[in-house]
């Protein structure tokens, strides 16, 4: 008994001999050069192992009392040429290592931490990139593989920023404040950890640049990434997706996805034409793929409400729509469109080829012509229908080529007037002008036919008993237009105005060449039976030729001008005109024109022009005179109750207006 206590003891004294041994040995071998050495060349070859690239490695230290080595910069070369950044470069990495065998002298990695790290990706449009090919790709091993065999219990990256430069698409990543934990999952080869960035940029030639927020959870093995969830925060947007990405060497997969958008972000980011107003939802997926370049496809629901457009006087508030939605780098297409705006309906599909050229085609049901007409004009529209039709649009984004081919039906519906009818219109931006086919519009009072093409021939023809159905359609030409006309049909007599002719020259500048005809009207509350006239109207004058103006017994014919003042209506008016009067009711001229109290400018048959004015106290005398004048005698000017001196005064002041509008004076008529 006491010889094996004596044993025992002898045995554990040579195992703590033992101990201190390799306690000291090892004390020894973690300060040597040998160990210090070992670890860098370590370091470097499980990186280059595991990527394929380059490492450059700066000042290299090791603390043997934790057996921590730290390298700063840290410097890994992939595929890019030499005058670009490189793959990876990292301003501090600190490494922990343990000790598997001090006689084998084996060391492993137990953490890594990187500290400021700046990645860079590119893909180049050919396909290619500047990621390096690991060794093991020989042997069918993916770098996914190799970092998991490493076995290292535990990753972080902090303060980094990350660039991917997708020159095929043309697409750019870069962020802040990267940060990535990982930790070796010990019930298998895998890893688990997060990653989060703020301030994560994305520029794009289809989008304006975006600034956002990520935060994610993953999982990798040496086959799969998984990432589930994805968060990512843009402004007051949200976007939620779960996948996986699979062949690790050329990445591709799937991510559900779901979107609460907020248009206002929506509207900045791709230059929407609509108000910056409303949401927005997507439910449906994300595809990705990194073999043969960079590819992506965007497919699923959206949902909006609350969407609005304001263009100029065009105001559409709280529309909906929904669509199912496909995009990639080439196109964006919506089909199944269905929207509601102003009482109505519209269906239909929509593309963007290259991200430019747009095409919708569709139709449109109980569309309300009062709310369709209140997003032109704030004036009350006395009318109500429904309009029923096709819209085909076609748009190049950026040029003023914009064609809309609108067929519509108009059905009386609601209360107000009843307005009916049919528009056939087709409108072309570049070529200026506006067409229509067979397009014809009534209301109780008021009918208009059209056809042809504005901008070159269209052919009017409008009759009304009730001239206040011109003033709604005025209100859509311009902010500017009438309230009230100073022309007014007598109903009771069944006063009736009647228009037919042709509009020609561009949308800028039309011209109107036609016949009006008036019956039984008054303008500012002086009454007339019938008027007549050739029409030749532009926005800056309206000449009358042929004109007939009747009142009872007297009638005036001739022809007259009016021209705008400043591009305004209301200018100076020129004219000649032909008096002829009841012989039995020689007050009527004078009466008519005392009524009138104008001042016209006349052109008289036999002295070119001549000026007369109504108004005041010589009113009968220069009446008379005017007419007297036009034909060429005072005879009719004896009639009044002058002297012999008044005649002759009156004769010589005629033949003196005469000879004043002649070169030469001797070739002017003789006033008999």
Known sequence: MTRARHLIRQCLVAAAILLVVCAVAALLVVRSGWFRELVRHRIVTEVESATGGRVEV????????????????????????????????????????????????????????????????????????????????????????????????????????????????????????????MTRDTTGARYRGNVASRRLRVASDIMSPAETSLAAAFTLDATRLTLSPVRIDVGGSRIDMTGSLTNLRAPQGTFKTTAAIAVRDAVSLFSLPIAAAGSANFDGDVAFSFAGGFDYTLAGKINGRGLGYTRDRLHIQNATASAALRMTPQQLTLRGINAAALGGSLTGEADLGRWKNFHFKGNFDGLGVREALAVLTPRPIPWNGALTGTLEVDSVVGALVNKVHAVAAIAPAGNGEPIQGQVDIRYDQQAGTVSFGDSHVATPATSVILSGTLGQNLDVRARSTNLDDVLPALALLGDGAPTSLPLQLDRTKQGEAALVGMVSGNLNDPQFRGQAT????????????????????????????????????TEITGDAAIIASNGAAGGAMTGAANAANDPNRPSSITRACREQQVRADGESSACRRHQATCPGSTLRHRARLMQCVKERSVRRCFDLPYSDQQRRRTSSYAQWKCEREYAKPSDAPRIR
């Open 58 to 181: 700066g000042n290299f230290s090791f603390k043997w009392e934790t057996l921590t080595a730290k390298i700063s910069p840290f410097v890994l070369h992939g595929m890019e040429p030499a005058s670009e950044a490189p793959l990876l470069r990292v301003e501090s990495v600190s490494i922990g290592l343990r000790i598997i065998s001090m006689l084998e002298r084996k060391v492993d990695l137990a953490t890594v931490a990187v500290d400021q790290p700046r990645f860079r990706i590119v893909i180049y449009p050919d396909g290619s990139n500047n990621l390096p090919t690991p060794p093991g790709h020989s042997s069918g091993k993916s770098w996914a593989e190799n970092l998991v065999d490493l076995a290292v219990r535990r990753y972080s990256v902090t303060g980094g920023t990350a660039d991917i430069d997708i020159r095929q698409v043309p697409l750019a990543f870069s962020g802040e404040d990267l940060r990535v934990q």
């Open 518 to 553: 008036v019956t039984n009207a008054s303008i500012e509350g002086h009454g007339f039976d019938r008027f007549s006239s050739d029409v030749t109207a532009s926005q800056h004058s309206v000449a009358l030729q042929h004109l007939t103006l009747s009142r009872g017994q």
